[in-house]
């Protein structure tokens, strides 16, 4: 039988068809506008079964023996009763506000982001935090103070693309069907990358930037727009505010001025400048490679602009503003006690951009439990990630977790994290769960997540973990829901939208038909109601209105004053479509065809350092070392290498956050740089 549903075996949201017998998941395909035989193949969905029922999957709640030798099975009950009794005795000890959630991206941030936001403001505490700050939310903070929300691409109908710090055939198919379609019906593609993804080599322009400093590139494409009059003079004039603040900040950033800066000839960023603004319509496709620097905010604000001053924003085939589905906020802020500042405070604007989004600035956590700032955490949660493995710093991280009094951890498999945590909630997959994706509530249309098959073994879903820990914390009344197909329909109740009717329309359900150019009936999500180049907001909190108004504050590449002594760029990448984050290494079908925890080097820097091709090497920064097996590539320029990432679980002596810092933050989103840093290479004696 095959059943509609939507795969969350990464951040894509794919919507798939799913074979199951008997209760048993047999097999899974993706769903596209292509025929079969055209589809590009996913990994991870060709082994959705394997992961699904792996051996290593936890499947009953364990508790840490009191000897600390390792953990003992339990009940649910006893299990949600202990985390319940902890819960308690923080908040009388400590605090409600001394207990925090931190959200993984596993789990999705649609309906299984409100449920823990909604148990712990009943609770009275402001700490349900998330990873945004070096992923996807602080770009989404950046469109909306432009343009009130954030765009997406329409990559298949655009006659020019740039593709900017992301590399979709290792991360979203879908997208990268649609750039190729465009491609081979003669849209020229554009990609900004330091490293020469499959992408770069199929484009048309590759723009090798120096990692870090896309935002000089975006400011300097901007002048050249305005100088030479290539901007949409109808829609600056009447839809926008602050061109001439915004053309006075550019004018700073000349093409002949930065492009040595940024590793570019000033020709290169006059050629992509004017093609882009002259070639209608043309979209941005934007990813997690201008994510994770200090300079993400400014940096995503100036290249969100660059759609705007072009017209090509909601545009057919350009960047589209979403219709987002009226739904219900059911995170229940307002229950909080007055005067509560969560551990991100020092972030207002960016914990408050969102009715929804909520705290994002996960390295507070860290500062909270080994500092006492702003006031010390006793307690953590973590649902669906693995911070020891995945956030900066790994060293100072597990410094952090091993000091908390109480560790809860709710995951499918045994992960670094887990190993330290007092109690651990064995989690269902995305197919044994129904829930309600962030992509199907943020635009249409709509998809539903279906549980295909029963949970495996003991495992819940996310959704039933946390009604039951709100109900024996006193919130029955709050928690009313014992399905989620309940809770789903009460947050969907204002569209006129239920769970049967999403499972009638598997294939997808509109509630009202794609527009475009909506800002000519209605005002953009703003302040002012147009786009606005120079943002009053900002000002009045003392930042830049207008990105880089003030200058190029500091080199954003980490350890960058130290360079004499680690004058090796290293790059943190590249993520294999095998795996996603640090999950999925245990999967023999996965990890077998895998690379491996490897540094990719220009053969020069090898011969230089008389490295061997496929020895492992040690790689040193300020914070610490690691080892990786040289591979040698010119993918890389001389000078720069490239670390896998996400291999500290499987190999710890690999882990690359053991490289990175988190000791300077971004004014705005708090983002650190781990993306990129200086570090140098030893053989190993």
């Not at 009191?66 to 902890?86: H, K, M, N, Q």
């Not at 219709?323 to 408050?352: C, E, H, S, W």
């Not at 509630?511 to 900002?538: C, D, H, M, N």
């Not at 077998?592 to 020069?604: E, F, L, T, Y």
Request: glycine content about 8%.
């Amino acid at each position: 039988m095959l059943i509609d549903t939507v795969c969350r075996l990464c951040s894509s949201c794919c919507p798939i068809e799913a074979e199951v017998e008997n209760d048993r998941l047999i097999a899974a395909q993706r769903k596209s506008f292509l025929a079969p035989e055209q589809r590009l193949a996913c990994p991870k969905l060709a082994a959705a079964p394997e992961i699904v029922y792996s051996p290593e999957r936890l499947t009953t709640p364990l508790i840490k023996k009191t000897d600390g030798s390792g953990f003992r099975t339990a009940t649910w009950d006893e299990a949600l009763d202990l985390v319940a009794a902890r819960f308690r005795q923080h908040k009388e000890t400590s605090g409600a506000e001394s207990i925090a959630w931190l959200r993984g991206m596993a789990a999705d941030w649609g309906a299984p982001w409100d449920y823990p936001n909604r148990l712990m403001h009943l609770f009275g505490s402001p700490n349900t935090i998330g990873n945004g700050s070096i992923c996807f939310v602080a770009r989404d903070f950046a469109h909306t103070y432009t343009y009130g929300s954030m765009a997406f691409p329409e990559a298949k109908g655009a006659r020019c693309l740039i593709v900017w710090g992301k590399n979709d055939g290792n991360t979203a198919l879908g997208a990268a069907e649609g750039i190729h379609w465009a491609k081979a019906h003669g849209a020229p593609l554009i990609v900004i990358d330091p490293v020469q993804t499959a992408l770069a080599r199929k484009a048309d322009i590759w723009l090798q930037i120096k990692p870090g400093h896309d935002g000089l590139l975006a400011m300097a494409m901007i002048h050249e727009i305005i100088k030479d009059n290539l901007y949409d003079a109808d829609f600056v004039e009447n839809y926008t505010i602050g061109f001439t603040e915004l053309k006075e900040a550019a004018a700073q950033y000349p093409a002949e001025k930065v492009a040595e800066a940024i590793w570019l000839t000033a020709e290169q960023i006059r050629q992509v400048a004017r093609l882009y603004a002259t070639t209608k319509p043309a979209a941005i496709i934007d990813g997690n490679g201008l994510d994770m620097h200090r300079e993400v905010f400014d940096t995503t604000r100036a290249v969100a602009m660059l759609r705007a001053l072009t017209g090509n924003l909601d545009q057919p085939g350009g960047d589209v503003l979403p219709q987002p589905i009226p739904a219900r906020n059911i995170q229940m802020k307002d229950r909080l006690p007055a005067g509560m500042v969560p551990i991100t405070g020092d972030y207002p604007l960016f914990n408050t951009f969102s009715d929804t989004w909520g705290n994002q600035v996960q390295g507070c956590v860290i500062n909270a439990i080994l500092e006492g700032t702003p006031y010390p955490l006793k307690m953590v949660v973590v649902q669906s990630g693995n911070p020891l493995i995945t956030m900066a710093d790994s060293t100072r991280t597990r410094q952090a977790f091993s000091q908390l009094e109480t560790l809860v951890v709710i995951d499918l498999f045994l992960t670094e994290t887990a190993k330290l945590a007092d109690v651990i909630l064995p989690a269902a997959s995305c197919f044994e769960k129904t829930q309600l994706n962030r992509s199907s509530i943020r635009n249409n249309p709509m998809f539903l997540q279906n549980a295909v098959i029963p949970p495996v073994g003991g495992s819940w879903p996310d959704w039933r973990i946390v009604f039951e820990l709100g109900r024996r914390l006193g919130f029955e009344a709050e928690f009313p829901w014992q399905t989620a197909e309940a809770a789903i329909d009460y947050q969907l109740e204002p569209a006129g939208v239920t769970v049967a009717q999403l499972r009638q329309n598997g294939k997808g359900l509109r509630i009202e038909e794609q527009r475009y150019q909506k800002y000519r009936e209605q005002p953009f999500k703003t302040p002012s109601g147009k786009v606005e180049f120079f943002s009053a907001r900002l000002a009045e909190a003392g930042l830049p209105p207008v990105p880089f108004q003030r200058g190029w504050r500091e080199d954003p590449i980490s350890f960058a004053e130290q360079s004499s002594a680690y004058p090796i760029l290293g790059i943190s990448g590249s993520r294999d479509i095998r795996f996603t984050n640090s999950q999925f290494r245990i999967i023999p079908a996965l990890l077998n065809k895998s690379a491996g925890p490897v540094v990719d080097i220009h053969p020069d820097d090898a011969q230089a350092q008389d490295i061997t091709e496929g020895e492992y090497i040690r790689i040193e920064s300020p914070k610490g070392a690691i080892e990786m097996i040289a591979r040698f590539s010119s993918t890389v320029r001389p000078g720069t290498i490239r670390l896998a990432w996400g291999w500290g679980d499987y190999q710890p002596a690999s882990n690359l956050n053991t490289l990175t810092e988190d000791d300077r933050r971004g004014p705005v989103t708090g983002t650190s740089t781990s993306r990129s840093f200086m570090c140098r290479l030893r053989k190993i004696q």
